[in-house]
């Protein structure tokens, strides 16, 4: 490796040392490490890794560099940056994010654990016994936010103890799963001990911090000024995007009165949705998980070898249930480092047994393939033309704004053929769309079209009635963007980024689409200020 890659290699081994957590949910491939310190000495160590980093990256960038040093360099400095803006805020004593935040991690990663042997079980039980001191630790870092005058919302404070609650007794099926066995005792305890750590978590939530909150929920424009550069890898033209956000959405809703018509002629939007909840469907969540992987494998078999060229260990997608999330959403979690854990894509089912399908299966190429899979799992196995930091990081308007392309690029397919999924695919477009303006809008108290203010009530009814999101999804979704900054503009700002490189590459002559596809997954993780420039050079 040159200095620059193994710069960015030692990096993420020191990151995974500070961060067991971090190193579980990445797939890192690492000795097993406990726990990851939530609280203010923990969050100390990571920025002072952050800020030692770019030191050390300064010094190689004033010495002789080959281009992939340099596209190396300037990736590792942009995200590093990046976060050490993040620390200039004091963020870490008021991240608060109900549903997708710290306490979600903590979570979720027990279940991503190797399970092959005993001694793998024995780490698992491990991590959930530290579930406890993980948590206290959020507590602290969260004391420290109160002590400053800087705390989170009371609102992510209230939506957190539930979450916290619903958590108590998750890990059951994680136990069952195990069975008989010299772990068992000790799985059991470790359940026994994570539970009891979620209930904590919710009582000093609503008890002591809830009180203590604030009211408001938005950021305000220096915090999200740093957030948006956090999730697009550039800075935003706020009132831009606002506005730019408005009229994407007022073009979607002219398609998708185009497509109501084509379910029933005459049929308003609500209508044509209600008669194909009425009818596209499969009920159960054995019949579930089967479709969902059918759609997942029959995606790969018609990619592969025509507009991409996809390896074998990628060719595989893992459908799971995510029945104890509250989160409302599917998500995807990358291959490990080594490739021995698979691409998954996770499914909440919100309490359900009936599960609409015509407006899922836009989600499926979203999260699965063309999507986070293919462009996440490129990365895995890129060898030596990406730096470590590359595989194992990522740009949220990068990832998203891709599986935003992917949706559209089914679409060009012709794969929306099955009744209502093309108006289910024109639905997610247009929550995405929603998305921009209510996050921007909140966080900047700007105004709505008829000059009335943005709040969590007319947020949710504006997502359900515009955005046209599931029932199921409404509260969860607005509770996320609420909590989580700039996060939800990078889908619709990401993909507009992503369809102008593609429109300029369409320009030159010899342009040949899966070329282009292999360059853009070869490309790695890049903020969206040098998607265009980059793609230039690679393609």
């Not at 991503?112 to 001694?119: A, E, K, V």
């Not at 190429?365 to 490129?378: F, S």
């Not at 891709?402 to 559209?408: I, K, N």
């Not at 009530?457 to 599931?470: S, V």
């Amino acid at each position: 490796m040159t200095p620059v890659f193994e710069l960015c290699s030692r990096y993420v081994d020191r990151l995974a040392a500070l961060d067991p957590v971090f190193a579980t949910m990445r797939g890192v491939e690492t000795e097993f490490r406990v726990a990851t310190d939530y609280g203010p000495d923990g969050h100390a160590a990571r920025e002072h890794l952050v800020r030692s980093t770019l030191s050390e990256l300064s010094v190689l960038e004033s010495g002789v560099m080959t281009d992939s040093d340099r596209g190396a360099a300037a990736y590792l400095r942009e995200r590093l940056e990046s976060q050490a803006a993040w620390y200039d805020l004091g963020e870490p004593a008021r991240d608060l994010r109900a549903l997708f935040g710290t306490m979600h991690i903590v979570h979720d990663n027990a279940s991503m654990l190797p399970r092959g042997n005993d001694d793998q079980w024995r780490n698992v039980a491990t991590r959930l016994a530290a579930v406890p001191l993980m948590l206290a630790g959020l507590r602290q870092t969260l004391d420290t936010g109160i002590e400053r005058g800087t705390p989170a919302a009371r609102r992510q404070a209230v939506e957190g103890a539930a979450q916290a609650e619903s958590y108590v007794g998750s890990h059951d099926e994680l136990v069952r799963a195990y069975g008989d066995g010299p772990v068992a005792t000790d799985l059991a305890r470790a359940a026994q001990a994570a539970d009891a750590g979620y209930a904590e978590l919710a009582k000093y939530l609503l008890d002591t911090y809830a009180p203590r909150a604030t009211e408001v929920d938005g950021v305000g424009p220096e915090r999200y000024a740093v957030h948006a550069r956090m999730s697009l890898g550039a800075d935003l033209d706020a009132r831009e995007a606002y506005e730019w956000g408005w009229a994407e959405l007022e073009r979607i809703e002219a398609e998708l009165a185009v497509e109501a018509a084509r379910i029933r002629p005459g049929a308003t939007i609500d209508e044509a949705m209600a008669l194909l909840d009425a009818s596209e469907y499969v009920d159960g969540e054995d019949a579930y998980r089967a479709w969902l992987q059918h759609k997942h494998d029959w995606a790969i078999e018609q990619l592969n070898g025509v507009h991409f060229d996809i390896a074998e260990p990628l060719r595989t997608v893992e459908v799971t249930l995510a029945t104890g999330s509250k989160s409302g959403a599917a998500y995807y979690t990358s291959p490990s480092e080594d490739l021995s854990r698979p691409g998954r894509t996770w499914w909440p089912t919100g309490g359900r047994t009936r599960f609409e399908t015509w407006s899922e299966l836009s989600t499926v190429y979203h999260e699965g393939v063309p999507g986070h899979h293919l462009q996440n799992g490129a990365c895995r196995i890129a060898g030596d033309k990406l730096s470590r930091f590359a595989k194992m990081t990522g740009v949220s308007g990068h990832g998203e704004g891709w599986a935003l392309y992917a949706e559209r690029l089914a679409d060009e397919l012709g794969w929306f053929t099955d009744r209502g999924t093309r108006l289910g695919m024109l639905t997610g477009s247009s929550l995405r769309a929603a998305r921009v303006v209510l996050d921007i809008g909140v966080h900047l108290d700007l105004p709505m079209p008829d000059g009335s203010r943005w709040t969590f009530g007319n947020a949710c009814d504006f997502l359900r009635n515009r955005g046209r999101a599931e029932p199921h999804r409404v509260h969860a979704e607005v509770v996320r963007y609420f909590g989580w900054p700039a996060q939800a503009i990078s889908y619709k700002l990401g993909e507009r980024a992503w369809l102008a490189a593609r429109a300029e590459a369409q320009q030159r002559p010899g342009f040949d689409l899966k070329r282009w596809h292999t360059a853009a997954l070869d490309l790695g993780p890049v903020g969206l200020d040098r998607l265009r420039a980059a793609l230039r050079t690679a393609s």
